[in-house]
């Protein structure tokens, strides 16, 4: 059977481990697509724009990766992260497709416009991806990505200030954790 996934070679067996956590994509056309900068963020999930003329079944996504970023105005190339925080970073934008498959094409289209338009839905949408990832057993990666982010001395006070504001903090993701039966990957 053919992957449905479309996953650069260098970043495979990392997108590989984060999709275990999610076997209801198992089908849905998913591409992970490297992009020279993404603004404000380190990676982007969304579905790709033929989709919104077919059946919510039949979507297709793609999640953009940031080939870069930058740390206290030093660029690191985004695929030499440390493995357990890309996983994190991937469970966090399969969290978003997760949550779009579950939106209708109208649903999904105003989902758009009120993140483009609306702070308090942008913090919705975080937060919410966050939790699909650790409802699907990636607690611990999705905890150890929020710390690197938060504990990394060089990643600047603006970067840091923006994953407190939109994100889940690493106390609620515990909570989380602690709170719910987690079924393991397969």
Do not use: C
Request: hydrophobic share 40%; net charge positive; aromatic share 12%.
């Amino acid at each position: 059977m053919e992957s449905k996934h479309k996953i650069p070679q260098h970043i495979r067996k990392e997108v590989k481990t984060a999709l275990r956590y999610f076997p209801e994509l198992n089908d849905v056309p998913i591409e992970f697509k490297f992009k020279r900068n993404i603004k404000k963020s380190t990676m982007q999930a969304q579905p790709k724009f033929t989709s919104f003329f077919k059946s919510r079944k039949h979507r297709s996504y793609v999640i953009l990766i940031s080939e870069t970023f930058k740390i206290s105005g030093t660029t690191f190339l985004t695929e030499n992260i440390p493995a357990d925080i890309f996983i994190g970073w991937i469970g966090h934008e399969l969290g978003h497709i997760m949550d779009y498959q579950n939106r209708s094409n109208i649903n999904l289209i105003v989902f758009g416009i009120k993140y483009l338009v609306s702070e308090k839905h942008i913090v919705e949408a975080e937060r919410a991806a966050d939790t699909y990832a650790v409802q699907h057993g990636m607690g611990d990666y999705i905890l150890k990505t929020k710390n690197f982010i938060l504990n990394h001395a060089d990643i600047t006070p603006i970067y840091k200030a923006r994953i407190k504001k939109y994100y889940l903090s690493p106390e609620e993701i515990m909570e989380l954790v602690n709170n719910q039966e987690v079924v393991p990957p397969v």
